[in-house]
């Protein structure tokens, strides 16, 4: 007779049978997982390393930051060695500062320049100074972080010589190329000592070139404005420009100090640190001599202001020249009589 099964028999079985399966799974699972582990460190390539992103100076103009160039620029040095023994190759000069394009104009990359400013020389007959000049200025300026171009106005002629009224045509004539908002009117022989003297504009007309080694480093009288000064178009616009009736050498900057004073303004100056120049030597220019004139009108300024300046100038362009560090405008500024 066939023995009947314990009861519960066929559950135990069941179950062993269900164990033995899940360790089967999980032994399964556990090697498939250790094998693609190893595969993936045979076979998978490391990632590329990463790139660091592009310089701002790389950037397409619609990438390129939009935010203010910071004041003072960090671009700055401080006091600078500056002396002429050796010659200047324009062409070189050039080469080193391959970011200034065509007619003098730079703006800086990485920032917009606070300020946009047009440098104005009155020129004749100084090619040696202009070489020192741009040689020592586009580096300066451009570490000044500065929307700039550099206008040489050039006197045609041999009547005698009249600087304010080619800085009265540099600021027209500026005005026509682009939309400025400072001037900074330089003679062609002045050299700043120091690149924290900034060819920018401030709230009062601003003289830069306070400190000349011509002067033994100091101001030769409280009302001097003469050298390199800057005003914004506001300010230029407001005391009618610059007198032209001052031909020869001399008076025209106590006019302009006088003009200011009348319209309300002061001066501001770096102080007598920052503010060093340095001047080339030269003798005085032919045609150039000293107005006898001069006194009279600096004592008739008041007067005269009104109907001496940009709404009585007249002039002709003869020629515009592009070259690779600045724009030279040859202009008829007509005579002393005329």
């Not at 519960?8 to 250790?34: E, K, N, P």
């Not at 420009?241 to 009348?262: K, T």
């Not at 303004?265 to 032919?286: L, N, Q, T």
Request: charged share 25%.
């Amino acid at each position: 007779m066939k023995e009947s099964s314990l009861p519960g028999t066929s559950l135990q079985r069941a179950c062993c049978f269900l164990v033995a399966f899940c360790a089967l799974h999980l032994s399964a699972t556990l090697l498939y997982y250790l094998a693609g582990n190893a595969l993936g460190r045979m076979g998978k390539p490391e990632p590329p390393p990463r790139r660091a992103p592009p310089s701002n100076l790389s950037l397409s103009p619609a990438a390129r930051p939009s935010g203010l160039c910071p004041e003072p620029s960090p671009l700055l040095v401080g006091a600078l060695h500056v002396e002429f023994s050796r010659p200047v190759n324009l062409e070189e000069v050039a080469r080193i500062n391959p970011e200034v394009k065509a007619g003098g104009r730079f703006a800086p990359k990485d920032c917009i320049a606070v300020q946009k400013v047009a440098i104005i020389i009155p020129f004749r007959n100084r090619e040696e100074h202009l070489k020192y000049w741009l040689y020592y200025l586009h580096p300066i300026l451009q570490r000044q972080q500065l929307d700039y171009g550099v206008y040489v106005i050039n006197q045609d002629g041999e009547e005698e010589f009249n600087r304010a009224k080619l800085l009265n045509i540099g600021f027209t004539e500026a005005l026509k190329e682009y939309d400025y908002d400072c001037f900074v009117f330089s003679d062609v022989d002045l050299i700043p000592m120091d690149d924290r003297n900034t060819y920018k504009c401030y709230s009062q007309p601003r003289h830069l070139s306070v400190s000349m080694d011509k002067f033994g480093f100091r101001l030769p009288y409280n009302q001097y404005f003469g050298g390199v000064s800057a005003l914004s178009k506001e300010q230029f616009r407001k005391i009618n420009g610059f007198p032209n009736n001052y031909w020869g050498w001399g008076g025209e900057d106590d006019d302009i100090y006088n003009r200011l004073v009348f319209k309300g303004m002061g001066i501001s100056r770096p102080d007598a640190v920052i503010g060093k120049c340095r001047m080339i030597r030269h003798s005085r220019d032919r045609k150039n001599e000293p107005n006898p004139e001069r006194f009279d009108r600096i004592a008739h300024t008041r007067e005269t202001m009104s109907s001496d300046g940009l709404n009585t100038l007249f002039y002709k362009v003869l020629r515009t020249d592009k070259y690779p560090l600045y724009t030279k405008i040859t202009v008829d500024i007509g005579s002393p009589k005329s």
